[in-house]
């Protein structure tokens, strides 16, 4: 064959049908059989495949022979792989990509666009520490061979080499074929569609990680405080809230207490197992890598790839543990919007931006008419990124949550305090139309997102069949790492996950001034969704920080007390703070500095001026400071900047990016890296670019509860960022703009100098 073709009513069939996704089905094992060009044979009762004199074609009823993906098999060599799991996932990923360039969806986060040439590159595998990363190349510029009202993609490279040239010769003779082509049902299938089987688990390998905690846990109890000694040594008899200031070794305390627990059910020989749930992949595989640096019988008791010892600790994403327990509703691999928790939700955004958009086009004129002020308000004059924020947690809780995304459930919804002012019907009924476009375009693509898999999981579980597995399959404890980066739809699961006499030993740490962009974490609210009642259990207080100085402390207390009255049950959690700094730590602190300067180009000189000073006269390592920014956009200045300057530097990935912290120290180099990415990390010195009004916080002309709900999402990143600081740390921003309103109560109380 010199091609195969696919029009575009068989892409959108092939990517949304789930028996596709895995090699583990029988409809795959026969799509990579005709890939291969080893079997004819085809049954499906949606797809037809007909072979042609040059190629074959796959289409369905609809033969929509304007827009479609031809495969170049003169060029493209992706389907000659030994492995169909691999075939499978360079399919898969070329036709999802399809989908979403035909629908003008925004690109994945595997798909980059060559700038200025008509060329999408897609990669198809997790990258790995090698040059040669195999991708694929499609070309975009195919419609434009003098064909009117015609749409393709040319895939027509698969591997390493960037010199790849694209021809148009077979997709010529395929046009010509598929002109003549008529629909033929006689390969269709006459059963019926299945029913989804069981779950194809994904199995996540651990990453070797570097983690400055090696000391081994029986030395711990030298460096413990009293408070934190109590807390780990202590038996559970119920529920626990660990809380605590970002640095006062809240995560530490709780694997310390899981070792404790285990080591003491080893020596009495009792059954018991421990589940330990995080919130994204990044800090699953930081804590595995800890408990293995503190002890070493881990591995021996680890519950991995469904074995369980007798006693046993399970480390898991919330998201995998859901995806494992969604019965016959299971998903596979090439299902999740992305595997991480984190990420997908980062794609969530750009998905209902482009539903937005939609409907903004196509309907708003005639809603116009009938929405309430506020909410039209709300619309024009809140910055877009501030405005998906709010639609991704009124989509995800109230929408999907609350309401089942049930409309009539959802316009009779309470609404929070602090949310999207949806006044009327027909503005609830608008903000419903962003979310089924929203929902069609995961359709489109055959994916489901993290508030799908944890509200089917929730689904699956609180059922009679789950009351009873409980038994065997739950947990005597659960623990619950960051609690605050959970939506009340993920926090709603945890109390079906421990066994029913051990329903309340649910451990969890939490400082509530790192729930980011969330509607906080209270007393009440933790109550409701745990099924506990929380004044009758013991509060574990840390009140040591042992990660920043005084200074650095003072500042982040200001910048939440300056932001108490926009908060519901607010508890500052720096408290009754003490410090544990030596000599030598009061040698390489500074006092805070805020400044401003006349453009953003010279906050980013401005920061690597003061970074190389300080690491010259602190004899500080350059791995040992992060510069922070607080837009997207300056972070491309920044690493432009940079690079000009031919300074050393990594950027951040993600949220606990461990590989590149590794690797800006093994280089010696600087960290830049958004807010929203530095939590949970520690440097001895921390720059932040651009901070100043309309920017922290965003501008003052978004309505009251759109404004309320974004400040309080912004005091909490500010707070985040400034405690990653340990010695020193300098804030900048724009003369033309500003001083920061955030940081008034800083400057005014001299806690903080500030240079104009």
């Known amino acids: 064959m010199n091609f195969i073709f696919i029009t575009y009513d068989a892409i959108v069939e092939f990517a949304s049908d789930r028996f596709f996704q895995s090699a583990e089905y029988l409809e795959s094992s026969m799509l990579c059989d005709v890939l291969q060009g080893a079997s004819t044979y085809w ?77 999408t590159i897609v990669f198809p595998f997790p990258f790995t520490a090698t040059k040669d990363v195999n991708k694929i190349l499609i070309d975009r510029n195919s419609s434009k061979q003098d064909r009117k009202e015609r749409n393709y993609l040319t895939v027509y490279f698969f591997g390493n080499d960037d010199k790849a040239k694209v021809s148009f010769t077979n997709l010529n003779k395929a046009l010509g074929e598929l002109d003549k082509l008529q629909y033929s049902p006689t390969q269709l299938s006459t059963l019926e569609p299945k029913i989804s089987a069981a779950l194809a688990v994904t199995d996540l390998n651990s990453l070797n990680l570097s983690i400055d905690s090696k000391i081994g846990y029986d030395n711990w109890q030298y460096y413990l405080t009293e408070n934190q000694k109590s807390f780990v040594t202590s038996p559970i008899s119920g529920a626990e809230r660990l809380e605590g200031a970002a640095g006062t070794g809240k995560t530490l305390s709780m694997i310390l207490k899981c070792i404790h627990l285990l080591k003491e ?134 929408i999907k949550g609350r309401a089942s995304s049930i409309w009539d459930r959802y316009k009779e919804l309470t609404r929070p305090k602090y949310s999207i002012p949806l006044k009327n019907d027909a503005d609830k009924n608008f903000m419903f139309l962003i979310f089924n476009q929203y929902q069609k375009s995961l359709e489109r693509v055959g ?219 093994e280089g010696n180099k600087y960290i830049l890296g958004g807010i929203d990415y530095v939590g949970g990390l520690e440097f001895e010195a921390v720059v932040i670019i651009g901070v100043d009004e309309g920017r922290v916080p965003p501008s003052k002309s978004i309505n009251g509860d759109a404004s309320h709900f974004m400040n309080y999402a912004w005091y909490n990143r500010m707070y985040v960022a400034v405690t990653r600081a340990k010695y020193a740390i300098l804030l900048l921003g724009v003369q033309g703009r500003g001083r920061s309103s955030l940081l008034e109560s800083s400057i005014y109380n001299e806690v903080i100098n500030f240079e104009e």
């Open 43 to 119: 049954e499906h009762n949606k797809i037809v495949f007909q072979i042609t004199e040059k190629g074959c074609f796959f289409y369905t009823h609809k033969l929509d022979k304007k827009q479609g993906l031809i495969f170049d098999l003169s060029t493209f060599k992706g389907f000659e792989l030994s492995s169909r799991e691999q075939i499978i996932s360079i399919f898969q990923k070329t036709v999802k990509y399809a989908v979403r360039y035909f629908e003008k969806l925004p690109v994945a986060t595997c798909e980059r666009l060559l700038p200025g040439l008509p060329t």
């Open 265 to 398: 059910k080893i020596e009495k020989n009792e059954e018991y197992h421990i589940i330990f749930v995080t919130h994204s992949l990044a800090t699953k595989e930081r804590i595995i890598d800890i408990f293995l640096n503190n002890w070493s019988a881990f591995k021996d008791y680890q519950e991995k790839d469904g074995t369980r010892p007798y006693i046993s600790i399970f480390v898991t994403t919330l998201q995998e543990w859901s995806a494992d327990h969604l019965g016959t509703n299971s998903i596979t691999e090439n299902e999740y919007l992305d595997k991480d928790a984190s990420d997908s939700k980062a794609m969530q955004i750009l998905y209902i931006e482009e539903a937005l958009d939609k409907v903004l086009k196509s309907q708003w004129t005639a809603f116009k008419i009938i929405c309430s002020p506020e909410f039209s308000s709300f619309l024009s004059h809140t910055p877009k990124e501030n405005l998906l924020e709010m639609m991704q947690q009124e989509i995800a809780v109230l």
């Open 447 to 665: 994916q489901y997102d993290s508030d799908d898999i944890v509200l089917s999981a929730l689904g699956q579980i609180n059922t009679p069949i789950w009351s009873r597995r409980v038994n065997r399959e739950g947990y005597n404890a659960c623990f619950i790492d960051e609690t605050h980066l959970f939506n009340i739809n993920e926090l709603s699961i945890f109390h079906y996950i421990n066994k029913p006499d051990c329903r309340t030993n649910i451990i969890f740490a939490i400082d509530k001034s790192q729930a980011v962009g969330d509607w906080g974490v209270d007393d009440q609210v933790i109550s409701n969704t745990f099924n506990i009642n929380i004044d009758t259990k013991e509060k574990h207080k840390f009140g040591t920080v042992f990660r920043s100085s005084p200074d650095i402390v003072q500042l982040a207390f200001n910048i939440l007390s300056s932001g108490v009255t926009l908060f519901t049950n607010f508890e500052n959690p720096l408290d009754y703070s003490s410090f544990n700094f030596t000599k030598e730590d009061e040698r390489k602190c500074e006092r805070p500095l805020y400044k401003l300067c006349s453009d953003d180009e010279k906050t980013i000189e401005e920061a690597f001026i003061w970074a190389d000073t300080y690491c010259k006269e602190k004899n500080c390592l350059k791995s040992n400071v992060l510069i922070i920014t607080t837009t997207d956009f300056l972070l491309k200045q920044a690493e432009s900047y940079a690079k000009s300057s031919h300074k050393a530097f990594e950027v951040l990935k993600s949220r606990s990016d461990s590989k590149t912290i590794r690797m800006a120290f």
